[in-house]
């Protein structure tokens, strides 16, 4: 089993929908989560950046943890072409510098 | 924001000769960068962690005569591909660690080698 499960999708969405996009992580010493987004052929961009339970909302953005459930999520609304990409979790433990990523997300949203 | 820029964006090559790609953290100091290696359609492979004046730290499985790594100032890292085979080529991405800030991962645009 890997440390992050993220389901790789595709996930095709109509412009203006709600993108629901999630990973699981069955490490508890992960205290740092983060989101990135990856066009083709580029490197990640940091779009979320969290260390608590809870909400973090940023423009069209919202990031949420569960760390009871070992869980995160990331919502995009009023969601726009340009938003068609892949994106990936990755987590941190409190002690070391690496990150764990998911597998990413592949998401499109059509016109 | 954190800018990272990673030259050269594209770079092919003939079989048996290195290239060297270059990190470099434009707006703030990063005594931690990182080389990941991503294939199509897949996730960011750590490679190595580079600690600025000492040796880089590789990961399991990569050969680090293979892929040498310097990092030789707070701002720089370098990595070199040396005696390019077509098995190499791939998409190579740096970061950098903002050691200033909440020790976040700022990533370059990416590599991308060919080696005919």
């Known amino acids: 089993q890997k440390e992050v499960e993220q389901d790789p999708g595709p996930l095709s969405v109509p412009e203006g929908a709600i993108v629901s996009l999630n990973c699981t992580y069955s490490?508890?010493?992960?205290?740092?989560f983060m989101w990135y987004r990856q066009y083709s052929r580029k490197g990640p961009e940091l779009l979320m950046y969290t260390y608590s339970s809870g909400n973090k909302e940023d423009g069209r953005f919202t990031a949420q943890v569960d760390k009871s459930s070992k869980y995160i999520s990331l919502f995009i609304r009023d969601s726009q072409p340009s938003d068609s990409a892949t994106y990936l979790c990755?987590?941190?433990?409190?002690?070391?510098?690496?990150?764990?990523f998911g597998g990413g997300t592949r998401v499109l949203v059509k016109p | 924001g954190a800018v990272v820029s990673q030259h050269p964006s594209w770079v092919i090559c003939k079989s048996g000769t290195s290239v060297k790609i270059e990190c470099r953290s434009l707006?703030?100091?990063?005594?931690?960068m990182f080389w990941y290696r991503q294939f199509p359609k897949k996730s960011l492979m750590l490679m190595a962690t580079?600690?600025?004046?000492?040796?880089?730290?590789?990961e399991q499985g990569v050969e680090k005569d293979k892929f040498l790594i310097n990092h030789a100032s707070l701002t720089l890292s370098t990595l070199t591909v040396t005696s390019a085979h077509p098995e190499d080529s791939s998409f190579y991405i740096c970061?950098?660690?903002?050691?200033?800030?909440?020790?976040?991962?700022?990533f370059g645009a990416g590599t991308r080698l060919s080696v005919l």
């Open positions: 990755a987590l941190r433990a409190a002690a070391g510098n690496k990150l764990t």
């Open positions: 490490n508890s010493a992960f205290q740092y």
């Open positions: 970061s950098a660690r903002d050691a200033g800030g909440k020790y976040i991962q700022y």
């Open positions: 707006d703030f100091q990063a005594t931690t």
């Open positions: 580079s600690n600025e004046g000492s040796k880089a730290t590789y």
